[in-house]
């Protein structure tokens, strides 16, 4: 495809409740759109990077320069670019893959609308329906906490995942499973632990958790293969796992026993894949994660969790779960799924008048030659 411009438009989406993590709290949306013009069709992406950077090194206004700088006219300087070039033609630039992630999106997003193709037939995935699990920020009371999963609960969602950090982890645990019992239930610490607080994962090794994700740092592959073996409840890897090649050392290291797989932080929806692939030929379960996506790229989530290797419930909520009112036409839970979208493409297309509504600036960067 020979690519004529490129549009970089960051929106604004206050969320039903601040989210909050480890990491920060949320209470807005803050996210760059990308939309591709190639041989006159349209496509769509989304860059999940957060406005700081505090989940990744990347951020917003980081993934705006660097596309503007450096991969934009890389790609348009390529006059046949398809998406499965995309990784290669980007390969130079060092990093940057939430950035990355969202060009080859919409690449492929405008390819598969030439094609009329929807992405579950381009991954080849026949499944309708994917299972769907939430995620629950820290809240300011346990009591708060038992509330808010006892809804989700009455909603249908199929897991519960719910946030820890130091201070905020055995007890939660421990109130819900009173609570709640058996439900499928995980914690993700987003980095926040040390192999110091050993203790608390041996504690937490009563609860029959479904998985531990991410207790240490995102670097330190090693160590967290040295936790696994003080532990019985697996090791599940997040923010470490930045591309297949991650992938591939933390499975040999026996540092994760499952892996959260999210299109954006590995660079995209082909290396997902890729991860998924070889997890699932040495035995390793994976599921979707999620970074409060709009509806843009929602659906493109489910359709990946139809690879048969997605064995666990990912976070691909409905979108009321973090907004009113999204960019797109909202996903919805039916009986505790959402449904893999059957339209040509890889993304749901904003409704234009939400888009204008909620948009913060946009950026037009035309081919130069
Ligand atoms: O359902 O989209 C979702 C959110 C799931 O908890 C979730 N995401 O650390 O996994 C995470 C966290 C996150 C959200 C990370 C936004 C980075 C950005």
Not at 55 to 71: H, K, M, P, Q
Not at 143 to 163: F, N, P, S
Not at 224 to 251: Q, W
Request: aromatic share 6%; net charge negative.
């Amino acid at each position: 495809m020979r690519i004529d411009g490129i549009e970089l438009r960051v929106v604004s989406l206050p969320l039903v409740s601040p989210f909050v993590t480890s990491f920060g709290s949320q209470s807005e949306r803050i996210a760059l759109l990308i939309r591709v013009v190639a041989d006159g069709v349209e496509g769509w992406g989304e860059c999940v990077a957060l406005p700081e950077p505090v989940y990744s090194s990347e951020y917003v206004a980081g993934a705006v320069d660097v596309i503007e700088r450096f991969l934009a006219p890389a790609l348009m300087a390529d006059e046949s670019i398809t998406a499965e070039r995309v990784g290669e033609v980007l390969e130079p630039f060092v990093g940057h893959r939430i950035a990355k992630a969202s060009l080859e999106m919409a690449l492929l997003d405008a390819q598969l609308r030439t094609a009329h193709q929807s992405f579950a037939a381009y991954l080849g995935v026949t499944k309708e329906l994917v299972p769907s699990g939430v995620s629950v920020g820290i809240q300011p009371t346990i009591d708060e906490l038992v509330t808010a999963v006892g809804d989700y609960l009455d909603e249908g969602y199929q897991r519960i995942k719910i946030k820890i950090r130091p201070g905020w982890d055995v007890e939660p645990v421990r109130a819900l499973r009173s609570e709640y019992g058996a439900i499928p239930l995980q914690v993700d610490a987003n980095s926040a632990y040390t192999l110091d607080d050993v203790v608390v994962f041996q504690e937490l090794d009563d609860f029959e958790l479904l998985l531990i994700e991410q207790p240490l740092y995102e670097d330190d592959i090693r160590l967290h293969s040295v936790l696994a073996r003080m532990i019985s409840t697996p090791i599940c890897l997040d923010e470490s796992i930045v591309s297949a090649r991650a992938a591939a050392d933390a499975i040999a290291l026996d540092a994760a026993q499952i892996i959260n797989i999210k299109p954006g932080r590995v660079g995209g929806y082909l290396e997902a894949v890729r991860i998924h692939d070889l997890a699932r030929s040495a035995g390793i379960p994976v599921w979707c994660g999620g970074m409060l996506e709009t509806g843009i790229a929602r659906g493109a989530n489910a359709a990946l969790a139809g690879l048969p290797g997605f064995t666990l419930p990912g976070d691909i909520s409905a979108s009321a779960r973090f907004y009113r009112e999204d960019v797109t036409e909202p996903f919805e839970l039916e009986n505790g799924c959402i449904r893999v979208p059957a339209e040509a493409g890889v993304a749901r297309l904003p409704i234009p008048e939400r888009l204008d509504e909620c948009t913060v600036s946009t950026r037009w960067i035309p081919r130069v030659s």
